[in-house]
Antibody, heavy 126, light 108 residues
Framework: EVQLVESGGGLVQPGGSLRLSCAASGFTFSSYWMSWVRQAPGKGLEWVASIKKDGNEKYYVDSVRGRFTISRENAKNSLYLQMNSLSTEDSAVYYC???????????????????WGQGTTVTVSS | SHVLTQTPSVSVAPGQTARITCGGSNIGSKSVHWYQQRPGQAPVLVVYDDTDRPSGIPERFSGSNSENTATLTISRVEAGDEADYYCQMWDSTNHRVVFGGGTKLTVL
């Protein structure tokens, strides 16, 4: 069974740090782009970051660039999100998602986020 | 940069057809995906690459995309289809994933 399981969420004070993890199983993790998507309470989905299958390309939403770092450890089938300088606006459920995305030397083909974890909740509050 | 605009809410009676739209400049030239999110659950991909359905998604769910509007169509709507629906695309110019604001589908 293809599965993603997030962990590492919790309560943190403004300015603090947190590291989220996502454990993948049931598919060849190293063959896929991966993404983090968050959802603040009562709000819509917001993309946070994506990472290429070999980890050599990383992309971020403007609001987290410089504060968050996406990374992966293919040997451990794991995806991470290091979050620093957290603010109350970062409070959300954070989902990891498998990205069906394939790139040639000139073009990328995207087929969506086809597997999602159940999410982990991050609350930034004093 | 690309912005995807969705109508906040759509209501439909059981058995009828629901159409949820996603507007964006020249979106017809992009590959658009649709997600269903039931309350308290993670999103589920229901249509990808404008028109394709993942395995396990009923044929009642279909998609189209032309010019400035992508559309998710749900035929023979059931009570279990009540959920939030999001469109999404990859903005290749700015290297980012873009979601629409979401549409709440209410089954009357």
């Amino acid at each position: 069974e293809v599965q993603l399981v997030e962990s590492g969420g919790g309560l943190v004070q403004p300015g603090g740090s947190l590291r989220l993890s996502c454990a993948a199983s049931g598919f060849t993790f190293s063959s896929y782009w991966m993404s983090w998507v968050r959802q603040a309470p009562g709000k819509g989905l917001e993309w946070v970051a994506s990472i290429k299958k070999d980890g050599n390309e990383k992309y971020y939403v403007d609001s987290v660039r410089g504060r968050f770092t996406i990374s992966r450890e293919n040997a451990k089938n794991s995806l991470y999100l290091q979050m620093n300088s957290l603010s109350t606006e970062d409070s959300a459920v954070y989902y990891c998602a498998k990205n069906e995305r394939y790139c040639t030397s000139t073009t990328c083909y995207d087929y969506g986020l086809d597997v999602w974890g159940q999410g982990t909740t991050v609350t930034v509050s004093s | 940069s690309h912005v995807l605009t969705q109508t906040p809410s759509v209501s439909v009676a059981p058995g009828q057809t629901a159409r949820i739209t996603c507007g964006g400049s020249n979106i017809g030239s992009k590959s658009v995906h649709w997600y269903q999110q039931r309350p308290g659950q993670a999103p589920v991909l229901v249509v990808y690459d404008d028109t394709d359905r993942p395995s396990g998604i009923p044929e009642r769910f279909s998609g189209s995309n032309s010019e400035n509007t992508a559309t998710l169509t749900i035929s023979r709507v059931e009570a279990g289809d009540e959920a939030d629906y999001y469109c999404q695309m990859w903005d290749s110019t700015n290297h980012r994933v873009v979601f629409g604001g979401g549409t709440k589908l209410t089954v009357l």
